[in-house]
């Protein structure tokens, strides 16, 4: 009954996507049904489970017919749970067939209204085991490391989910989480960066968490319709709940602004995760799309220029290429080369195959005069689509040159001029290394 770590792993079988949390608030008459109780009921059992150390996971009943297992795939169960006023068999008829496929082989399938235990072929079996009974109907109190192992595997499973873009099966997680009375929204929320195009998943989601009473309230209100838009307002009580901004400090930063980009800027230099940060951003972007790869194009469009911006997005968004190679090349940009080269390497440290920071990083050789070392990353660069093979080809003989390395100038040389044979400075170099070698024989 139990897998290989002693959890018991249990399938709640429910009527409806109301009880997620996105189909309204009188989810009951969404549902039909003439049960009041209903999601209180739902709620109870999942929260009992979780507390006895049991592990939760919910389906659509109908999904049992369809065979389409949206939340919880293939996965199979020690324990299925039926919540619904229709019995079992009443209900529908081809259902026992599918619940095998869900259901381990010394599983059991309880009906909970009529708190019995059926058997495949949905008649009642026998009444509820002691256990059943202390565990759902009573809620038997599990150990605090139970509940935690289960608790942590519930996250686990939601990173993956992310991962896969199994939306469905994201929100089901974080359902069963804020019923658990242990979740954690940062966690929740900081989930999103797995997840491929977070657009898909972060409204869902969000109003699931909004409506748990985990997300921070905010007053304010912008000037424009888009701004204040249902969509908009729930991305930054998203943000500010992840980086623990009260509704205060929030209208103190959003108050007396004279644009949008204004606000957004202010926003964005208090956020301390990737994820807010983007979230603030996206207060600039009307295409509905959220990002590391909209953020690019934001701060671009704003503040393609501002320092503090740019070293602000590395430090929050250390993985984001874009953060580094804009930073380092608008540095370049004014001037400030031995900034540049700072920053290119500490970039390397998260993104050590980019071709655009190795060459800023060559370029600080360069400047400090060491040239062994640019002449060395040069050569990792010949080849590369991000460049001019010409200026690589330069930038090795002219570091050559400098280390007196004529066999390897006339080489390279050689080679610039097989690609450009009108080429002034490589003819030149190629003339002088083979003097240099005529001379040494």
């Keep these: 009954m139990e897998d290989k770590s002693g959890i018991i792993n249990a399938l709640i079988l429910i009527d409806g996507v109301g009880f997620f949390g996105y189909g309204g608030e009188n989810s009951d008459s969404a549902r ?11 709620k109870g059992v999942v929260k009992k489970l979780l507390e006895s150390g ?3 996971e919910l389906e659509e009943i109908i999904d049992c017919a369809t065979e389409t297992f949206h939340r919880t795939g293939r ?41 019995v235990v059926v058997n495949e072929l949905l008649e009642v079996d026998s009444d509820l085991p002691d256990w059943v009974n202390e565990k759902i109907i009573i809620g038997a109190a599990g150990t605090e490391d139970r509940c935690e192992e289960v608790i942590e595997s519930l996250y686990a499973e939601i990173f993956e989910s992310m991962r896969n873009c199994e939306d469905l099966r994201s929100e089901m997680l974080v359902k069963v989480l804020c019923l658990s009375g242990r979740s954690e ?54 943000a500010a709940t992840n980086d623990g901004i009260s509704n205060d400090e929030f209208s103190d930063l959003v108050s007396n602004y004279n644009s949008i980009s204004e606000v957004s800027r202010r926003l964005f230099l208090r956020s301390r995760s990737q994820i807010s940060g983007s979230f603030f951003l996206s207060l600039c972007n009307r295409d509905g799309i959220i990002g590391s790869g909209s953020d690019a194009t934001i701060i671009r469009n704003n503040w393609l220029d501002d320092i503090e911006v740019l070293e602000h997005w590395t430090s929050i968004s250390p993985k984001n290429h874009d953060s580094w190679e804009i930073l380092s090349r608008v540095l370049w940009n004014l ?90 400075e490589l003819k030149e170099r190629r003339n002088v290394a083979r003097e240099k070698i005529k001379k040494n024989e």
């Design 32 to 42: 039909g049904l003439s049960n009041p109780g209903y999601d209180k009921s739902v």
């Design 75 to 115: 996965r199979v169960f020690d324990l299925m749970i039926y919540i619904s006023e229709r019995p079992i068999k009443e209900f529908w008829q081809e259902l026992g067939d599918n619940l095998r496929e869900k259901i381990s082989e010394q599983g059991i399938i309880i009906d909970y209204f009529n708190e």
């Design 54 to 56: 049991v592990r939760v």
């Design 185 to 238: 929204p940062q966690r929740i929320i900081e989930s999103f960066n797995f997840h491929p195009r977070i657009s898909d998943v972060v409204f869902r989601i969000g109003e699931i968490l909004s409506n748990d009473g985990s997300l921070v309230d905010l007053d304010f209100d912008y000037s424009g319709e888009y701004l204040n838009s249902e969509e908009m307002v729930l991305l930054q009580r998203i």
């Design 335 to 424: 001037g400030k080369k031995e900034e540049c080269a700072k920053t290119a390497e500490e970039g390397l440290k998260f993104h050590p195959s980019s071709h655009h920071l190795l060459r800023r990083k060559a370029h600080g050789h360069r400047i400090r005069n060491e040239h062994k070392k640019a002449v060395e990353i040069e050569k990792t660069l010949i080849g590369s689509d991000s460049f001019s093979q010409i200026d690589t080809l330069i930038y090795l003989c002219r570091g050559l040159t400098l280390l007196g390395e004529w066999e390897q100038v006339e080489e390279y040389s050689e080679i610039g001029l097989s690609i450009d044979p009108e080429h002034s």
